[in-house]
T-cell receptor, first 112, second 113 residues
Framework: QQQVKQSPQSLIVQKGGISIINCAYE??????FPWYQQFPGKGPALLIA?????SEKKEGRFTISFNKSAKQFSLHIMDSQPGDSATYFC???????????FGTGTRLTIIP | KAGVTQTPRYLIKTRGQQVTLSCSPI?????VSWYQQTPGQGLQFLFE???????NKGNFPGRFSGRQFSNSRSEMNVSTLELGDSALYLC????????????FGQGTRLTVV
């Protein structure tokens, strides 16, 4: 099974807070896990990505935590800002295979 | 550097008709993938082309087809349109395989009435 399960479906966080989105995958062959951010009327844009040989990757306010044994990974957005309000998708793929398997998306709203 | 360009941005078609969508990848990118995005099913992979060859295909009926030209531009075609084909169709381009970034276009919003 090639599914990627994502939760929560929607999330409301206060400005300055931490937003956390979780994903779980089934195919242990997946070896590349990107996160995409999508604003209304736009295509998804790569935010940050990780490979399973590391447990954490940080880029600015965005951090991916990866738990290979649990087949789970999560996105943490620190100091969340109203401009972070968007839909976030986790994805998984096999390097060399261009098919991205996406999670169902999380609509994040940051309130002042 | 220009991004991924998809045309048209919006399209309204009638059931039973066919439609062709176009994608111009980023200059130098040879891999083009197509995705269907709907509120119910999310983002689903349709197919991927590299150097004019289809390398991978998702679980969509044969009414969905595509092709890639020598300049890497790609088209996808949907024949005998159904109401359920209403969706945002996204194209993504990559320079090559590996863990390089996939750049998405803004999509074509297809409405079937």
């Amino acid at each position: 099974q090639q599914q990627v399960k994502q939760s929560p479906q929607s999330l409301i966080v206060q400005k300055g807070g931490i937003s956390i989105i979780n994903c779980a995958y089934e195919n242990t062959a997946f070896d590349y896990f990107p996160w995409y951010q999508q604003f209304p009327g736009k295509g998804p844009a790569l935010l940050i990505a990780i490979r399973p040989d590391v447990s954490e990757k940080k880029e600015g306010r965005f951090t991916i935590s990866f738990n290979k044994s649990a087949k789970q990974f999560s996105l943490h957005i620190m100091d969340s800002q109203p401009g972070d309000s968007a839909t976030y998708f986790c994805a998984a793929t096999l390097i060399g295979n261009e098919k991205l398997t996406f999670g169902t998306g999380t609509r994040l709203t940051i309130i002042p | 550097k220009a991004g991924v360009t998809q045309t048209p941005r919006y399209l309204i078609k009638t059931r039973g008709q066919q439609v062709t969508l176009s994608c111009s990848p980023i200059s130098g990118h040879r891999s083009v993938s197509w995705y269907q995005q709907t509120p119910g099913q999310g983002l689903q992979f349709l197919f991927e082309y590299f150097s004019e060859t289809q390398r991978n295909k998702g679980n969509f009926p044969g009414r969905f087809s595509g092709r890639q030209f020598s300049n890497s531009r790609s088209e996808m075609n949907v024949s005998t349109l159904e109401l359920g084909d209403s969706a945002l169709y996204l194209c993504a381009s990559k320079s090559q395989g590996g863990n390089t970034e996939a750049f998405f276009g803004q999509g074509t919003r297809l409405t079937v009435v």
